[in-house]
């Protein structure tokens, strides 16, 4: 069975600052792994996605992730958090059969201070 | 990508009553649809799987017979929640698989049972 854990429910980061949102999986081989920004009271949007090839994965708004294999691990990055960057982010997890199915992780809120 | 949209957008309803939820993929032939449902905080939770043409295949604990889904098109699929009670309060957000490892989420569906 696949899972995937979100460290930090919420976390809070000053404008400029380091984004860094921590995603882990669990599988019995690499899923496709896959980010996505939800804002209040919306849909969820897709910020990057990885399935195979380059490990470094740059998506949009100036998010990327690195995919590392012996850690386990899928965290999102942003160099420099802009105040429209806060909101909610789910990390997901698919197996890497072309199935459809996703898991989702609990969710971590960015809030960004002025 | 695939362009998904949800009607209503919001929906506040008496108990005892049903309510239909609708989720159209505007530009994509969508063979498979998913349907969540996410408290307040949470995460998303996958209630079911829709495939065109045939039975949806719900997930364990998701009651097939309250929550109802058609997937009579390739463009839409239905969700019916039948003798809405407020434990059915809501976001619903449903999403369209290209099946290419990806999915893409509609706006969803703020459900309110009074």
């Known amino acids: 069975a696949q899972s995937v854990t979100q460290l930090g429910s919420h976390v809070s980061v000053s404008e400029g600052a380091l984004v860094l949102l921590r995603c882990n999986y669990s599988?019995?081989?690499?899923?496709?792994l896959f980010w996505y920004v939800q804002y209040p009271n919306q849909g969820l949007q897709l910020l990057l996605k990885y399935t195979t090839g380059a490990t470094l994965v740059k998506g949009i708004n100036g998010f990327e992730a690195e995919f590392k294999k012996s850690e386990t691990s899928f965290h999102l990055t942003k160099p420099s958090a802009h105040m429209s960057d806060a909101a909610e982010y789910f990390c997901?997890?698919?197996?890497?059969?072309?199935?459809?199915?996703?898991?989702f992780g609990g969710g971590t809120r960015l809030m960004v201070k002025p | 990508g695939a362009v998904v949209s949800q009607h209503p957008s919001r929906v506040i309803c008496k108990s005892g009553t049903s309510v239909k939820i609708e989720c159209r993929s505007l530009d994509f032939q969508a063979t498979t649809m998913f349907w969540y449902r996410q408290f307040p905080k949470q995460s998303l939770m996958l209630m079911a799987t829709s495939n065109e043409g045939s039975k949806a295949t719900y997930e364990q604990g998701v009651e097939k017979d309250k929550f109802l889904i058609n997937h009579a098109s390739l463009t839409l699929s239905t969700l019916t929640v039948t003798s809405a009670h407020p434990e059915d309060s809501s976001f619903y957000i449903c999403?369209?698989?290209?099946?290419?490892?990806?999915?893409?989420f509609g706006p969803g569906t703020r459900l309110t049972v009074l």
């Open positions: 599988s019995s081989v690499p899923p496709y």
């Open positions: 999403s369209v698989s290209t099946g290419r490892n990806e999915q893409f």
């Open positions: 997901a997890g698919g197996p890497n059969n072309a199935g459809n199915m996703l898991t």
